[in-house]
């Protein structure tokens, strides 16, 4: 029997690295603006200063996506069947590419969305790759979705939802692009250290038997999270 599909008669035994997700996911929900919330002491600062600010920038960039746990699902979710090096490396270049085009793109042109429904989407991004995982698909549309792709189209929804919300906090236009490109650096060295991160929790976990007698779990607890996060931020937009 397919071990994914048998899992589902597992349920009851969750693996720690499922309950991590399931937590980090409650615990960023407490938060003010739920995904891509900037702590209020750098809120202040993005709104206060002007001119070139290199390093701070860069730091707030990986400070962002170490903290991003909605980016650091969906990376889970991404890489969870990934074992080559090559394919890693291509899939999390796709979801940069992605991320940075559409953050860079929407603070410079003034392009913002609702933070509310571009969280929700990407709440939706999570769910997305977790069906992907446990086969959805394949079962009910009978073939398989281009998969580079829809890395890359929810790579532009991560992206605006960080463009969004530095939109909302008013940057300065002194020093924007040299900020934003400096920001944008930071974002990818967070992710790299998240990945690595990842990467290393992953690697005990597949060498042990439980991957996968646990994986059909691992990602039905990684949609649970997604669709708390959509829930979340429909609400948010209908009381607002």
């Not at 720690?16 to 407490?30: D, K, M, Y």
């Not at 977790?130 to 792709?149: E, I, M, S, V």
């Not at 992206?159 to 919300?165: A, E």
Request: proline fraction near 3%; charge should be neutral.
């Amino acid at each position: 029997m397919n071990p994914i599909i048998a899992g589902a008669a597992r349920l009851s035994r969750i693996p720690w690295l499922c309950l991590c997700i399931l937590g980090l996911t409650l615990l960023g929900a407490t938060t003010e603006a739920l995904a891509h919330a900037v702590a209020e002491g750098d809120k202040g600062y993005i709104q206060e200063i002007t001119g070139v600010h290199l390093l701070p920038f860069v730091y707030l960039g990986a400070k962002h996506m170490v903290t991003g746990y909605d980016h650091i699902l969906f990376l889970f979710g991404v890489i969870f069947f990934l074992y080559r090096l090559q394919h890693i490396a291509l899939y999390v270049s796709l979801f940069a590419l992605g991320h940075s085009t559409t953050m860079l793109a929407g603070v410079y042109f003034g392009i913002g969305i609702n933070s509310y429904l571009i969280d929700a989407i990407i709440g939706f991004s999570i769910v997305y790759k977790a069906l992907d995982n446990l086969g959805a698909f394949q079962r009910w549309l009978g073939y398989q979705p281009n998969t580079k792709l829809a890395t890359l189209i929810f790579g532009f929804c991560h992206g605006f939802g960080l463009s969004s919300k530095i939109l909302d906090y008013n940057i300065s236009p002194d020093g924007l692009l040299p900020n934003l490109l400096a920001f944008n650096v930071g974002v990818e060295v967070g992710q790299l250290l998240a990945l690595g991160a990842i990467l290393i929790a992953m690697g005990f976990w597949r060498r042990s038997p439980s991957f996968l007698r646990h994986a059909y779990t691992a990602n039905v607890v990684m949609m649970t999270a997604g669709f708390v996060l959509i829930g979340y931020q429909l609400t948010g937009w209908f009381v607002s």
